[in-house]
């Protein structure tokens, strides 16, 4: 079954620190794979997505993400937070179903601190 | 361009209530899906429409739940009666007709029964 973990329930990084989230995913085809947040009472915005091509992809607001299949990985990074880089991150993957869903993590808060 | 847009924004209902919540898509895509997120766990898929027609509604929870989506416009979906763990985000996402992967995600309406 397909499946996304992010370990870290919560993190917190000091302002202009760099930044790295988590996301494992358990899927058997080649995924499609996203990185959203969820500012304070926001929706969902797509940070990011990979479906194929270059593993280093780039996205909004500085962040980028790195596909790793022999890991089973997709981690968010930043190298230098801000305090509006306060947020819920989720991590998803897309899968065909003859239609098509988004199965999410269970998302990271980050807490940035002065 | 207007996103995908959700009403109410909030909901508060007694149990054995009835509620329904609307959608509307970013206008031209055929691909609206709804998700939700309770308690602070991870966002589920609900169900994909593509137009008027539901494609996959495997994350339909039960028979409480009613998605329609006449004309293949907005869609609404109708929680009747409505229980205590009903409460939780419901997302609406909605994705052009041959582009499943981009999903645009709405606001979420935020639902209480109390």
């Known amino acids: 079954a397909q499946s996304v973990t992010q370990p870290d329930i919560h993190i917190t990084v000091s302002e202009g620190a760099s930044l790295e989230l988590r996301c494992n995913y358990s899927y058997g085809a080649t995924p499609y794979l996203f990185w959203y947040v969820q500012s304070p009472g926001q929706g969902l915005q797509l940070l990011l997505k990979y479906f194929s091509g270059d593993t280093l992809v780039q996205g909004i607001k500085g962040f980028e993400a790195e596909f790793k299949r022999s890991q089973s990985s997709f981690n968010l990074r930043k190298p230098s937070v801000h305090w509006s880089d306060a947020a819920e991150y989720f991590c998803?993957?897309?899968?065909?179903?003859?239609?098509?869903?988004?199965?999410f993590g269970a998302g990271t808060r980050l807490f940035v601190k002065a | 361009e207007a996103g995908v847009t959700q009403f109410p924004s909030h909901s508060v209902i007694e149990k054995g209530q009835t509620v329904t919540l609307r959608c509307d898509p970013i206008s031209g895509h055929d691909n609206l899906y709804w998700y939700r997120r309770v308690m602070g766990k991870e966002i589920k898929f609900l169900l994909h429409?593509?137009?008027?027609?539901?494609?996959?509604e495997s994350g339909m929870p039960n028979n409480r739940f009613l998605a329609e989506r006449t004309g293949g416009t907005y869609s609404t979906l109708k929680v009747q009666p409505a229980e205590l763990e009903d409460s939780g985000v419901y997302f609406c996402?909605?994705?052009?007709?041959?582009?499943?992967?981009?999903?645009?995600f709405g606001p979420g309406t935020r639902l209480t029964v109390l």
């Open positions: 998803a993957v897309g899968v065909n179903t003859g239609g098509f869903k988004t199965i």
């Open positions: 429409f593509v137009k008027e027609s539901k494609q996959d």
């Open positions: 996402a909605s994705s052009p007709r041959d582009n499943y992967n981009e999903q645009f």
